[in-house]
């Protein structure tokens, strides 16, 4: 199965209701983005057999933050799962299948994997989109948290803050907003925007330019994917493609900041189109 036959599918995925969003298939699906010959079916069966294994370390009667707790030890403790420290942009930490792999992740991707995991157990955890640091919980424990890229260690919401303000060194207030779950669409779109910056920063257009396809259509009231991928298209020299995103975010959107660039942009893709013809 190649890329072409891929996006159909991540389309319809996309287009289901939030809660039937299949969080593992959306991931796998984008991870094609780099293996269009993966075997999805086959990566969802590791999922299985992970869960399957970890059955044999939890007593399923006991309390949710017991549960929690052994999951986290056999994925992290004994199956070796962790954060990849050492090299945090290496885009195959955002590859659920080279996670799986290589058992290195970065904290939505380990977020993903404890998810999957506990779900095939009766383990319901939610993901939490702390601004700069992804976190799980149960979905019955509202005050304690865990941290997959640490190891699966619990934390306070006091120690929730205290990371917060490590990460993001002070300049992001914090509040109760902090710890808001996420949507199965908002977990997805973040998967992708950690793909979208790093293809970005490498300038290797023709892989961003795969990303935001997938931004298009899982976030469609997104219009600064939209200008994105106009942009991204110029830069590829498809200069109708640029004219049509571009034009289309200009005409869909109240006065914007970068409006003038924009407009800036639009016309050297409109002399571009005349220097071809």
């Not at 986290?72 to 080279?98: A, I, W």
């Not at 992740?105 to 939490?128: D, F, H, K, N, Y």
């Not at 109760?176 to 996420?182: E, G, K, N």
């Not at 049509?244 to 006065?255: C, E, R, V």
Request: proline content about 4%.
């Amino acid at each position: 199965m190649n890329q072409l036959t891929y996006l159909p599918e991540f389309n319809r995925i996309s287009s289901l209701p939030d809660e039937q969003i299949d969080l593992a298939r959306a991931a796998l699906l984008i991870a094609s983005v780099e293996y269009p010959e993966l075997d999805i079916e086959h990566q969802l069966g590791l999922l299985d057999s992970l869960a399957t294994a970890a059955a044999r370390s939890i007593d399923a009667k006991a309390e949710p933050l017991v549960l929690v707790n052994q999951l986290s030890e056999y994925l992290f403790d004994e199956v070796g799962f962790g954060g990849n420290q050492e090299d945090y942009y290496d885009p195959r930490n955002s590859f659920l299948n080279d996670v799986l792999l290589r058992r290195v992740g970065i904290p939505i991707t380990l977020s993903l994997v404890c998810i999957e995991v506990g779900r095939r157990l009766g383990i319901q955890l939610i993901a939490i989109g702390m601004p700069g640091h992804l976190l799980i919980r149960h979905r019955d424990v509202s005050d304690w948290f865990i941290d997959p890229f640490h190891g699966g260690i619990l934390l306070s919401q006091e120690e929730c803050e205290q990371r917060l303000q490590q990460i993001a060194q002070a300049t992001i207030p914090w509040d109760a907003s902090c710890l808001i779950p996420l949507s199965n669409r908002e977990f997805v779109t973040r998967i992708l925007m950690n793909l979208k910056g790093i293809y970005l920063q490498r300038k290797d257009y023709s892989r961003t330019l795969s990303i935001l396809e997938h931004l298009v259509l899982i976030s469609p009231d997104s219009k600064q994917d939209l200008r994105d991928r106009g942009a991204v298209y110029f830069r590829l020299g498809r200069y109708q493609d640029a004219l049509d995103d571009l034009q289309t975010y200009l005409g869909s959107t109240a006065p914007a900041k970068d409006t003038e660039s924009v407009e800036r942009l639009l016309e050297q893709v409109r002399q571009a189109l005349i220097q071809e013809r």
